[in-house]
T-cell receptor
Framework: DAKTTQPNSMESNEEEPVHLPCNHS???????IHWYRQLPSQGPEYVIH???SNVNNRMASLAIAEDRKSSTLILHRATLRDAAVYYC?????????FGPGTSLSVIP | NAGVTQTPKFQVLKTGQSMTLQCAQD?????MSWYRQDPGMGLRLIHY???????DQGEVPNGYNVSRSTTEDFPLRLLSAAPSQTSVYFC?????????????FGPGTRLLVL
């Protein structure tokens, strides 16, 4: 199963951009890159996903390296509500494996 | 739509007892899965199903059984509960056949095994 590696934790000041990195050097050509986040005491929720091209939605942007071996989730203006654990996942359709994720702290 | 629902929200078991965690979705999703999350850890895949009548093992299947007799329901059975199965259990679903689909997670069941 393809795996991802992320920093254990990151900090950001409120209203500043946040760049959350993810390495996935064993990604296969058909794996989608998904990001989820988990707020305290809740189930994970979808943030964004992509295959090869950069993606934007109302929550965030996803920048994917040209060789697809890494990606970066970008929160344009961090708010206190963005404090969560962020998971980068390679979607191999049948088995969707979560890593430990990055715990993001937002400082007022 | 109610989305993904899980019952019970919280359960206490004694070692050796059996129980079934219920999961249901009303979105006609083909793919369903069960994860467990231990304190301070990420989610680990227990079992998953790509459609009614089809199930397969995830990363940590031992001690758990699943079945998928309908599209809507995907119950998780603990055969003989052990303290190591104390965890929060999340059920998820998504449409099948297309890798770009997001998973929708239930609110979780907190299980304490004494």
């Amino acid at each position: 199963d393809a795996k991802t590696t992320q920093p254990n934790s990151m900090e950001s000041n409120e209203e500043e951009p946040v760049h959350l990195p993810c390495n996935h050097s064993t990604i296969s050509g058909t794996d989608y890159i998904h990001w989820y986040r988990q707020l305290p005491s809740q189930g994970p929720e979808y943030v964004i996903h992509g295959l090869t091209s950069n993606v934007n939605n109302r929550m965030a942007s996803l920048a994917i390296a040209e060789d697809r071996k890494s990606s970066t989730l970008i929160l344009h203006r961090a708010t206190l509500r963005d404090a969560a654990v962020y998971y980068c996942i390679l979607d191999s359709y049948d088995k969707v494996i979560f890593g430990p994720g990055t715990s993001l702290s937002v400082i007022p | 739509n109610a989305g993904v629902t899980q019952t019970p929200k919280f359960q206490v078991l004694k070692t050796g007892q059996s129980m079934t965690l219920q999961c249901a979705q009303d979105m006609n999703h083909e793919y369903m899965s069960w994860y467990r999350q231990d304190p301070g850890m990420g989610l680990r895949l227990i079992h998953y199903s790509v459609g009614a009548g089809i199930t397969d093992q995830g990363e940590v299947p031992n001690g758990y059984n699943v079945s998928r007799s309908t599209t809507e329901d995907f119950p998780l059975r603990l055969l003989s509960a052990a303290p190591s199965q104390t965890s929060v259990y999340f059920c998820a679903s998504r449409r099948g056949g297309e890798r770009r689909e997001t998973q929708y997670f239930g609110p979780g069941t907190r299980l304490l095994v004494l």
